[in-house]
C-alpha cells in the first residue's frame, strides 16, 4: 500500500471493508461545518475508484459506514484513521488533521477500490508548515481553474500552504500601466481563490516584489524615476534584464509610499494573517541614485531601514511579515535589529547546496523556512531527481536548525516554458519530505509517484521523465540569450564564438536517446489510467522542443566551425510546428501571459535559420 507522505505509525490487519450501496459517510456532530468539503472529496474518489456513489450525513453511526470525527484532545496536527469490521473512523485533533485523515483514506481507496483493508494510522507532520510557491508572474499565468486543481494536489499531499508569486500580474486598481499589457489575476480570482484553499485546508499567502524585482513597474513612464538606475523606460524587453535589475530607488521617500500603498490594497484581499514581501535579489541597490546614501551609510544598512520599515508597516496592519533571506545572510550582524515576528524564507536550490546560510540564520536567531525548488525553470521538462535531492537536503537542514517550515518553490525566470504538470513530483518530494524523516529512495518514490498520482499501474513515468535530463545540448536559457545579445548589438563572429564553450557534438546522440524515451513513454502509456494519460501528449511535445532546439544549436555551431549547412529551413519549419502545439497546449491552463514574449524567440530563430 502506497501512502505520501508516509504515516509516523501503520499497522496494517487481516481483513477488509466492503464498501456497499448503503454505505455512508457520516459527519459526526463534533465535525464543524467546512467538514462537507472533505466528505465530498472522499465521495468523488469513491465514485471514481470504486465505481460506487455512496451519500453523506451526519449523525448516527451504523456498521459498515465511514465515520468522520473531531477531538481537540488529539492535538492540531494528529489524526488516526482505523479500518476494520465495523467500519471506517478518521478521527482528527482539527477540522485540517481531519481533512489529512482523509486524504489517506482517498489514497487507500484509490489502490483499493471498494475493498479496504483493514489498518490502523496514527499520524502527525513534523513541520508545522508546508507550503508550495508557484511563479505567477514571470511567463505563465495560470487559470483560476488550473491554480484550483494545483490546490487539489497539494491538499492530496497534506501540504497546508500555497503562495504566487506577483510583481505586475495583479490588477492593481490604479496602476493600469503595469499591467495594461498583461492578463493579470483581478481581485475576484484572487477572492475565489482563497475561499477555495481555506476550505481545503490550504493557507494562501500573499507574496509581491517590493524592493528588486520590480521590472514593469519601475519601466511605466509613472514611475521610472523611482528606480535605482536611470533610463528604464527606453530599454526594450529582455528576460534577462527583467531577472537581473529594477530595484526601487530608496533614497526616494515617494517609493516606500507607493509599495506601502500596493501590499495594502493587495493584503486586503486574503485572510491569512501572513504577507511575504519577497525584498531578494537587490542587485542595483546603492549603485546609481542611491549611490552617495549607500556611501555614507552603507548597502547593508539601506536594505535594513527599507525592509524595517515595511515589516513595522504589516505588523501595525496584524500580519506576520516574511522575506526572502539571501541579502541579509550577507549582513548577519543587522539581524537582530528585525522585529521578532519576522520569518525569513531562505533558498537554496543546489545538488549540493551549503548549509551555511541556514546555520547563518540559526545563529542569529531568525525564523526560518527552508526553501527548496522544483528544478523546472528553463527547462522543457523538470530535472527530477535534481529536485529530490535538493528537496531532500534542503528539509534536512530545516530538521537540523530548528526550521519551522518548507516553502518549495517553482521560479518562471525565462517565461515558465515547463508545463505544470511537470512540477508535480517535485511538490510531492517536497510534501513528503517535509511530513516526516521516513523517506523512500529516489527510485523507489518515483515508483510510487507514478501509481498514485499518474495512475501508472508499471511505476515506470517517472523514471522515464528524469532520463530527458541528459538530452538537451542548446538549453532555452542559452538560445534566450544569445538572442538577447544579439538585439543589444553583439556583432555575428562574436556571438558565433558564445558557442566555444557550448558541446554539441553529442547532439545526434541525445536526439536518438529521445527518441528511445518517446517509445518507452509510449508503452508506459498502456499501463496508466486513461484521465491521466495527457501527459503523454505534453511530454511528447516538451521531447520534440528539446529534439528541435539541439538540432538549433547543432545548426550554429557548424556556422561557427564555417560550415554551411543547408538543412535551416527544415529546422525552422520544425520548430514553427512545435511552437503551435506548445501554444495550444499552453492555452489549456494559462492566461496568455508571456507566450508572446517566447513566441518571437521562437521566429527570431526560424528567420535566421531560413537566411
Known amino acids: ?43 468523488e474518489e469513491v465514485l471514481n475508484w470504486a465505481g ?51 486524504q489517506t483514506l482517498r489514497q487507500i481507496v484509490r489502490q483499493s477500490g ?102 514593469k513597474l519601475l519601466k511605466t513612464r509613472s514611475f521610472e524615476h523611482l528606480c535605482e538606475l536611470p533610463g528604464s523606460f527606453e530599454e526594450r524587453f529582455g528576460f534577462q534584464d527583467r531577472m537581473h535589475h529594477h530595484t526601487v530607488n530608496v533614497s526616494n521617500r515617494d517609493a516606500i509610499t507607493l509599495i506601502k500603498e500596493m501590499i495594502n490594497e493587495y493584503m486586503q484581499l486574503f485572510r491569512t494573517d501572513k504577507f511575504n514581501i519577497c525584498a531578494d535579489e537587490t542587485f542595483d541597490l546603492g549603485t546609481g541614485r542611491s549611490a552617495s546614501l549607500a556611501e555614507e551609510k552603507g548597502k547593508g544598512v539601506l536594505y535594513m531601514e527599507y525592509i524595517k520599515e515595511l515589516f513595522e508597516f504589516l505588523i501595525e496592519k496584524g500580519k506576520t511579515p516574511m522575506f526572502w533571506g539571501d541579502i541579509i545572510c550577507g549582513h548577519p550582524e543587522l539581524y537582530p535589529q528585525l522585529p521578532r515576528e519576522v520569518i525569513c524564507l531562505n533558498w537554496g536550490y543546489g545538488d549540493n547546496q551549503p548549509e551555511r546560510e541556514t546555520e547563518i540564520l540559526h545563529s542569529v536567531g531568525a525564523t526560518q523556512y527552508l526553501c527548496p525548488g522544483v528544478r523546472g525553470w528553463n527547462l522543457w521538462v523538470n530535472l527530477i531527481r535534481g529536485g529530490y535531492v535538493n528537496i531532500t537536503r534542503m528539509c534536512g537542514f530545516a530538521r537540523k536548525h530548528d526550521a519551522i517550515g518548507m516553502l518549495n518553490t517553482d521560479w518562471g525566470d525565462f517565461g515558465h516554458v515547463n508545463h505544470p504538470i511537470f512540477s508535480i ?77 557550448e558541446d554539441m557534438s553529442r547532439v545526434p546522440e541525445q536526439n536518438a536517446q529521445i527518441q528511445e524515451i518517446e517509445k518507452q513513454l509510449r508503452l508506459i502509456s498502456r499501463n496508466m489510467d486513461s484521465s491521466n494519460r495527457r501527459i503523454v501528449e505534453y511530454t511528447h511535445i516538451s521531447l520534440e522542443m528539446t529534439k528541435v532546439w539541439n538540432e538549433v544549436g547543432y545548426f550554429l555551431s557548424q556556422l561557427e566551425k564555417g560550415e554551411k549547412p543547408d538543412n535551416g529551413r527544415e529546422i525552422a519549419a520544425r520548430l514553427e510546428r512545435c511552437l503551435h502545439y506548445y501554444q495550444q497546449s499552453w492555452r489549456e491552463n494559462s492566461k496568455e501571459g508571456d507566450i508572446a514574449k517566447i513566441t518571437e524567440v521562437f521566429c527570431w530563430y526560424a528567420d535566421i535559420l531560413r537566411k
Open 1 to 43: 500500500m502506497i501512502l505520501l507522505p508516509l504515516p509516523k505509525k501503520t499497522e496494517e490487519k487481516e481483513g477488509n471493508l466492503m464498501l456497499r450501496m448503503d454505505t455512508m459517510i457520516v459527519m459526526d456532530t463534533s465535525c464543524p461545518q467546512g467538514t462537507i468539503v472533505y466528505a465530498r472529496q472522499l465521495k
Open 52 to 102: 460506487m456513489t455512496i451519500e453523506i450525513g451526519r449523525g448516527t453511526f451504523r456498521k459498515g459506514d465511514i465515520l468522520l470525527m473531531v477531538d481537540a484532545c488529539l492535538g492540531e496536527q494528529h489524526y488516526t484513521l482505523k479500518i476494520e469490521e465495523e467500519g471506517a473512523f478518521l478521527c482528527g485533533g482539527s477540522l485540517a488533521s481531519l481533512g489529512w485523515a482523509v
Open 114 to 215: 471498494g475493498l479496504l483493508p483493514h489498518v490502523a494510522i496514527d499520524d502527525e507532520p513534523d513541520m508545522k508548515n508546508r507550503g508550495f510557491y508557484h511563479d505567477a508572474t514571470r511567463g505563465r499565468i495560470q487559470t483560476l481553474e488550473n491554480m484550483k486543481k494545483m490546490v487539489d494536489i497539494l491538499s492530496f499531499y497534506k501540504m497546508n500552504q500555497l503562495q504566487l508569486y506577483v510583481e505586475h500580474t495583479y490588477l492593481f486598481r490604479d496602476l493600469t500601466e503595469l499591467w495594461r499589457d498583461e492578463t493579470p489575476m483581478t481581485a475576484e480570482e484572487v477572492l475565489e481563490l482563497d475561499q477555495y484553499c481555506y476550505e481545503r485546508g490550504v493557507e494562501l499567502v500573499p507574496s509581491i516584489a517590493t524592493f528588486g524585482h520590480l521590472y
Open 425 to 501: 513530483p517535485g511538490i510531492i518530494f517536497g510534501a513528503v519530505c517535509s511530513w516526516g524523516e521516513k523517506v523512500p529512495e529516489f527510485e523507489e518514490l518515483c515508483r510510487q509517484i507514478s501509481v498514485l498520482e499518474f495512475g501508472d499501474a508499471s511505476g515506470e513515468l517517472l523514471s522515464c521523465l528524469d532520463r530527458v535530463s541528459g538530452t538537451m545540448a542548446f538549453s532555452w536559457f542559452g538560445a534566450v540569450s544569445l538572442r538577447e545579445h544579439a538585439l543589444k548589438g553583439e556583432d555575428h563572429d562574436k556571438l558565433l564564438k558564445m558557442f566555444k564553450n
